[in-house]
T-cell receptor, first 112, second 115 residues
């Protein structure tokens, strides 16, 4: 079972920031938070991951709370092409723990 | 194109027929995964290869399913005696073991419809 809880859907206006929340209250110390997204009819795409520090790359920013029980993915200037299902996943990156356990994710709809 | 390729993109088959899907991973990636995704759900893990060795199979992978990765390159997923419940998107992904920290690369999937 997925170890995360996400809202089923969110809307965002084009050009505005999209903030997607994720709860992972049972996360353990060696588990990372990963975000993937899936645009319709495509495979999931890796976005970003983090352990406890905030992270930023060319696609997004990841803010993880100090207690690590929740996180927020931020798309700073959402475009119509960001409309997708966003999955928050916790995963132990050590050793043989290679599986990703997806939940149902959040359907983000970016409106013009 | 250096991404993960899957063939075919779509397959419609009659119940009881056998089907085979192919996945070509990114060439230097030594790990390969198969996932299945049904409508409205996230992908579910099916099986994993490191090079040519199949190291884990999910209990979702019944004995009608078989996957191979000869020579550690491309992989095939075969479903024998298909059932309507096998209708789903079958996704392949690959990664480099010591770069897995940075996530997998997924293909666009093969959508199977069993009629």
């Amino acid at each position: 079972d997925a170890k995360t809880t996400q809202p089923p859907s969110m809307d965002c206006a084009e050009g505005r920031a999209a903030n997607l929340p994720c709860n992972h209250s049972t996360i353990s110390g060696n588990e990372y938070v990963y975000w993937y997204r899936q645009i319709h009819s495509q495979g999931p795409q890796y976005i970003i991951h983090g352990l406890k520090n905030n992270e930023t790359n060319e696609m997004a920013s990841l803010i993880i709370t100090e207690d690590r029980k929740s996180s927020t993915l931020i798309l700073p200037h959402a475009t119509l092409r960001d409309t997708a299902v966003y999955y928050c996943i916790v995963r132990d990156s050590g050793g043989s723990n290679y599986k990703l356990t997806f939940g149902k994710g959040t359907l983000l709809t970016v409106n013009p | 194109d250096t991404g993960v390729s899957q063939d075919p993109r779509h397959k419609i088959t009659k119940r009881g027929q056998n089907v085979t899907f192919r996945c070509d991973p990114i060439s230097e990636h030594n790990r390969l995964y198969w996932y299945r995704q049904t409508l409205g759900q996230g992908p579910e893990f099916l099986t994993y290869f490191q090079n040519e060795a199949q190291l884990e199979k999910s209990r979702l992978l019944s004995d009608r399913f078989s996957a191979e990765r000869p020579k550690g390159s491309f992989s095939t997923l075969e479903i024998q005696r298909t059932e309507q419940g096998d209708s789903a998107m079958y996704l392949c992904a690959s990664s480099l073991a010591d770069m897995e920290h940075y996530g997998y690369t997924f293909g666009s999937g093969t959508r199977l419809t069993v009629v």
